[in-house]
């Protein structure tokens, strides 16, 4: 009997030790530095919770920061967790080109950087890329307005009006290019009509992708170009920017039964658009499932950091000026007042009672 007990007894202490040794090796990975543009959009707070999560499955720590959209500031936190000694970077960029200098050093001392979500441009030191099919988020709003368009029969012109997001953001030149694959025909051919005339992405991009800046320029362009005509739809291409856009449409009248909204676009399933959404306020919006790619980051960091084969799977279309960055796209799903509940909440991605 107590022999028994003491090989029981033996065998739980070492269970217990082999746990703490495992904890321990758990540890022992070393610490990852993530560094993210901003909380105002509550994807990048998704983001950061996913990949530290996934990040500590695979044995790491992480540094997670929020630059607040501030170019100096971000630049800053990268340099101290270089100069803490981190193992890898993950680095979605506020203006792409700021990093050269950065990661010259971080390549020196061999610490593998990853750009997350954005491209980091203008620098060989970049060794992966995880993204979604940016290309592919505008295809989606440019098809969500031709859609609506076809619903409402095709046959007289939509008035529609253009933002994009910010110049500095190259997702924002994909999402463009991607949007205008799909509406340009319409547009040249008259059934897509822009009374402001502002199609060139120059002309229409928003800054930091700034809700409070669109809203003024929606403002502006109501007044100037919508007095006695009805605006149709807006191909907004984030959801910051939908919910500025959204509140000008109201404020002059957008939103009752004989002013309907016009279509309204967007892209990141924000907890407010998705809201909206089911309140009919927005249209569309792009889901970008952000555990995915937080999945994927630290699938790349680790296979990266142990010298495994590292999972891509686009070799071509990521060109950041000095080299071809080797990258992995998830694909974005179109969501809107039909799909939400399997694709967002059956998925886990919110709760029913985070949608009321
Ligand atoms: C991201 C979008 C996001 C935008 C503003 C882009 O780089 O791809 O998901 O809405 O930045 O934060």
Do not use: C
Request: neutral net charge.
């Amino acid at each position: 009997m107590n022999i028994i007990k003491n090989v029981a007894v033996a065998v739980a202490a070492s269970i217990a030790l082999s746990a703490v040794s495992l904890s321990a090796y758990a540890q022992d990975k070393g610490v990852i530095g993530i560094s993210l543009p901003d909380k105002t959009e509550s994807r990048w707070i998704t983001d950061g919770k996913s990949m530290v999560d996934a990040l500590k499955a695979k044995g790491y720590s992480a540094d997670l920061q929020y630059a607040n959209y501030d170019v100096p500031t971000q630049v800053n936190q990268v340099e101290n967790m270089l100069a803490k000694g981190v193992k890898a970077l993950v680095i979605a960029p506020i203006d792409g080109k700021t990093f050269s200098d950065a990661l010259a050093l971080a390549q020196q001392k061999g610490i593998k950087v990853i750009s997350y979500d954005r491209l980091i441009s203008q620098t060989k030191n970049v060794d992966y890329y995880a993204t979604f099919d940016n290309y592919g988020v505008g295809v989606l709003q440019g098809q969500s307005i031709v859609a609506a368009w076809q619903k409402a029969g095709s046959k007289t012109p939509f008035n529609v009006e253009v933002f994009g997001g910010s110049s500095d953001d190259n997702n924002a030149h994909m999402v463009y290019a991607g949007g205008m694959s799909v509406l340009k025909p319409y547009i040249d051919n008259g059934k897509f009509v822009i009374r402001s005339k502002q199609v060139a992405f120059e002309k229409v991009a928003t800054r930091n992708w700034d809700g409070a800046t669109a809203q003024s320029r929606m403002d502006n362009l109501l007044s100037a170009f919508y007095g006695n005509n009805r605006l149709d739809a807006v191909w907004t291409p984030n959801d910051a920017i939908a919910i500025g856009v959204i509140s000008s449409l109201k404020g002059v009248g957008y939103g009752s039964a004989q002013q309907p909204m016009p279509v309204v676009t967007g892209q990141d399933a924000d907890l407010q658009n998705v809201k909206g959404i089911i309140r009919g306020d927005q249209t569309t919006t792009v889901f970008k499932d952000t555990r995915k790619l937080a999945g994927i980051t630290a699938d790349i960091v680790d296979d990266a950091l142990t010298g495994k084969p590292v999972p891509v799977n686009d070799t071509k279309s990521y060109n950041n000026g000095a080299k071809i960055v080797p990258t992995y796209l998830v694909k974005p799903i179109l969501v809107d007042k039909d799909n939400w509940q399997p694709e967002l909440v059956t998925s886990g991605y919110y709760t029913q009672a985070q949608l009321k």
